[in-house]
Structure formats: C-alpha cells, structure tokens
C-alpha cells in the first residue's frame, strides 16, 4: 500500500477537543449548549447513527435532547417536535434524523427547523448563504471532509477536484465549497450520466465520491498519486465498505480515507463544531 491513509479518527478527535474546550467556556459563562435529535421510526442504521450523535455531544459536554417519534408519527406530529425544540433555550442546534418514513416530508421537516439552530446546515436559508459565500453553518460531511483537507495539510488551490455524487447533503455543497474563493479548486460536478466517467475521475487531483455504490471506483478511476475521499457508507455482508474499491486504489492514490473512520467520524464532529459555534452566535460571545 504507498497511499498515506487520511484517518478521520485522528481529525475528529482534535475537532472534539476544541469543542469541548469551547464548551467549557460557555458553561463557565452561564451558557447551556445542546444538541437535539429527532428521529422518527425504527430504522436501524438510523438510530445507531443518533445514538452515536448523543455520545459525541455528551463526550465534549453538551446537553443532549433526544425526541423519538414512532414510525406512525403523523407530519403535524413531527413538525410540533421540531417548533417545541425551536423554543428551547437549552438547544443549541438541532437535527431532523433523514430519511423519515414513508408518508412523511423530510424536506418541510428541515425547514421548520430555525435556521439559527441548524446543525446539519442543511436549512435552505443556510444553504442559499453558502451559494452567496456568506457565513452560515456548513453541510456536516462537506464540512468535514475541508477539516481533514486542513489538518493534512492538502492544499487544493489551483487543483482540479471531482465531486461524484450532486445530492444536496454532500455532492452540491462539496463542490461549492471546493471552488469557494480562497479554496480555488477548479471543481467538475460529476454524475451517473457523465459520460466516460472513469476519464473524468482519472484527471482529478482530488477525488470525492458520494454514490451509495459499494467498490465502484477501482485504480481505473484513479490518477496516480490523487487525493481520493470516499464518502460512501455501504453495508454488506463483509461489513462497512466504501465506494472505493480501497486496497486496489491504495495502490496509486497519494492519499485516501478509509471506510469505516474516516469522513464518518468527521460528519459527526462537524455537527458538534456547528453546534457550538451556533450557541456562541445566538448568545454573542
């Protein structure tokens, strides 16, 4: 394997350390930071995931809220849940846990969530301020994939980034903020119907991949020596894989993440950076 292999892990916990420290100096002040949750059903990959929210956020010491609704929650039901969290002094940003079962709006959900409690900056306000280059809380996978970029010092201005994947959680946001002024990246939005797909990837400099496609990308997508962010989450009967196809690109790629630990982990941090940055905003501090 000649990839330096990019650990999230590693990236997550110094993010973890700052917030905690931030935190520290809120609560010092009289302030509460908290993170809330609602989820709505039973899915299980779901429900791990909010488990996993509620740890981080007490880890760092925050409060945690967690509103779980049945899956026969009626969409009046879910957005009372979100108003009720809204009007609460001790929650500092807030998550609507997607997808939410058949039946119900996923979409009205996140906008009934107050764009000054929008952990996943995925409010449509935010979003817009993201587009205009103002500062708004970021989309939490983007946001932590740019961390890992940061921490290993991976310069991309000047470079030619590949986004695949033009879903509103990671695909469009990534490559907004790749091309953002200041970052620089000359950023090409890939898709399933781009043409010759594995020729534009190859001409990346910095490889991002967002499809739900277990091993698609093989060394046939890969420039040697590009950086490659698999931000793939696939669970197969051999476990948790990416949409790299990962020894076989460690092979030519100069940098990787792995799944699992790495952009997972820095999703989540991103949410708790968020969080606490919307608390110092809400209380000028």
């Known amino acids: 394997m000649s990839a330096r292999i990019l650990d999230g892990k590693q990236v997550a916990a110094a993010v973890r350390d700052r917030v905690a420290s931030e935190v ?13 949750t609602v989820l709505v059903g039973d899915d299980p990959a779901s429900a791990t995931y909010v488990r996993m929210k509620h740890r981080d956020a007490e880890s760092v010491g925050m409060t945690s809220v967690d509103v779980h609704l049945p899956a026969s929650a009626t969409q009046s039901e879910v957005i009372e849940a979100v108003d009720a969290l809204n009007d609460r002094d001790d929650v500092s940003g807030m998550i609507v846990q997607l997808p939410l079962p058949d039946g119900l709006d996923g979409e009205a959900a996140v906008e009934r969530v107050l764009p000054t409690k929008d952990a996943d900056g995925l409010h449509p306000f935010n979003l817009g301020r993201l587009v205009l280059g103002q500062p708004a809380p970021l989309p939490a996978t983007p946001s932590g994939i740019m961390t890992i970029l940061e921490h290993f010092d991976i310069d ?6 590949v986004v ?3 879903s509103f959680l990671v695909g469009r946001p990534m490559a907004l903020m790749l091309g953002a002024r200041g970052v620089d990246a000359t950023v090409v939005q890939a898709h399933s119907r781009t043409p010759d797909l594995a020729g534009v990837c190859r001409q990346a400099d910095l490889l991002v991949t967002a499809v739900g496609r277990p091993g698609m990308f093989d060394a046939s997508y890969v420039k040697p020596g590009a950086v490659v962010i698999d931000v793939g989450t696939n669970r197969t009967e051999d476990g948790l ?5 990962f020894d076989e690109v460690a092979e030519v790629a100069g940098a990787i993440t792995p799944v699992p630990g790495g952009v997972g982990p820095m999703t989540r941090a991103s949410l708790l950076a968020n969080t606490v940055a919307l608390a110092r905003e809400a209380t000028g501090r």
Do not use: F, M, P, Y
């Open 164 to 166: 695949v994947g033009r």
């Open 241 to 245: 894989v990416g949409d790299i196809a």
């Open 24 to 36: 520290a100096d809120l609560n010092a002040d009289g302030v509460t930071v908290g993170l809330a």
């Open 156 to 161: 991309v201005s000047g470079k030619l980034a």
